[in-house]
């Protein structure tokens, strides 16, 4: 079996540096998100790049992109208990 290559250290550095500023553009609009609520959303870049009901279909197209966020969009009267 062949041993997988792993990315440079700055690579995945800037990645997570990457989905860290993502995550926190999520976060500081959620005004962006409430149309979208029980949907998924891949952002990057201070933008939505896509919508899915489809969790399994946007893992597929950005689970590997390195920095976007994929977010659920929850009912704003869920309670998660963690």
């Known amino acids: ?18 989905f860290s500023r993502n995550h926190q553009w999520a976060l500081d609009h959620p005004e962006k998100f409430r149309k979208y609520v029980d949907r998924f959303v891949a952002v990057d870049d ?4 896509e919508v899915s009901d489809d969790e399994h279909e946007i893992y597929r197209k950005y689970g590997r992109s390195h920095g976007v966020y994929i977010h659920y969009v929850s009912p704003p009267d869920l309670v998660w208990m963690v």
Request: glycine fraction near 4%.
């Open 1 to 18: 079996m062949m041993a997988r290559k792993s990315a440079p250290r700055d690579e995945v550095l800037e990645a997570l540096l990457k």
């Open 46 to 49: 201070g933008r939505i790049l």
